[in-house]
């Protein structure tokens, strides 16, 4: 039998509710880090109340790894869902690769929660069962396309998916996470517009030649 309305309403309540919560805390802890970020302020800024959040995540570090979970997730589904299978290697791989630039420059909380879990050597994500079996679809994807490219005598031999991974990884953080020291220093910002379409294109280049050398 179907579920009452009301009781589905009531789900959907307690769904739309979680997400607010989540979306609020994300922006609380990429500004403030765990330490800083504070449960009274992400109740006032959401429509609960501290009582409610410790309902639905049972304190503040459960809502911190939760929105980590949440952050992952997105890029992880992105990728995962990602159809290149029918591009040649080569194309494939630029489109995982302009993927995640996109995704990265269109969700900065992301790489500040990253580099806030790093100040803390990984020990919430490390409690994390959920986001220890989000990287194998991402490494999935990255392992067909370079076993495509291998078997066609295009891509060498002594790389795996992580490895690739890394490399794109490492860009795209870089771009975001050091953007005004990188400005302050050499006077150039990573994120002008007019420069967006040439760092897209470079990204790509550089993880085709390293696969081609």
């Not at 504070?38 to 959401?46: F, G, H, L, Q, S």
């Not at 194309?91 to 790093?118: C, G, K, M």
Request: with cysteine; glycine share 4%; aromatic share 8%.
């Amino acid at each position: 039998m179907a579920a009452p309305s009301s009781e589905v309403e009531r789900q959907r309540d307690k769904e739309r509710t979680r997400a607010e919560i989540l979306a609020v805390a994300t922006r609380e802890f990429a500004d403030k880090g765990y330490a800083g970020a504070r449960v009274d302020e992400i109740a006032a800024r959401t429509s609960t109340t501290k009582r409610m959040i410790y309902y639905y995540f049972g304190g503040k570090e459960q809502l911190y790894v939760a929105a980590l979970e949440r952050a992952y997730a997105t890029i992880r589904t992105l990728e995962q869902d990602l159809d290149v299978d029918h591009l040649e290697p080569e194309d494939a791989i630029r489109q995982l690769a302009e993927l995640t630039f996109d995704h990265h420059e269109a969700n900065p909380d992301f790489i500040r929660l990253v580099s806030i879990e790093n100040i803390h050597h990984g020990e919430h994500i490390a409690r994390s069962e959920a986001l220890s079996g989000m990287a194998n679809p991402a490494l999935d994807v990255l392992t067909r396309i370079l076993d495509r490219g291998r078997e066609a005598g295009r891509f060498r031999a002594d790389v795996d998916a992580l490895d690739v991974h890394m490399v794109i990884s490492s860009f795209c953080v870089f771009r975001l996470a050091n953007r005004h020291t990188f400005s302050a220093i050499f006077g150039r910002d990573m994120l002008d517009p007019a420069r967006r379409a040439h760092y897209r294109l470079m990204l790509g280049d550089l993880v085709i030649e390293y696969l081609t050398a």
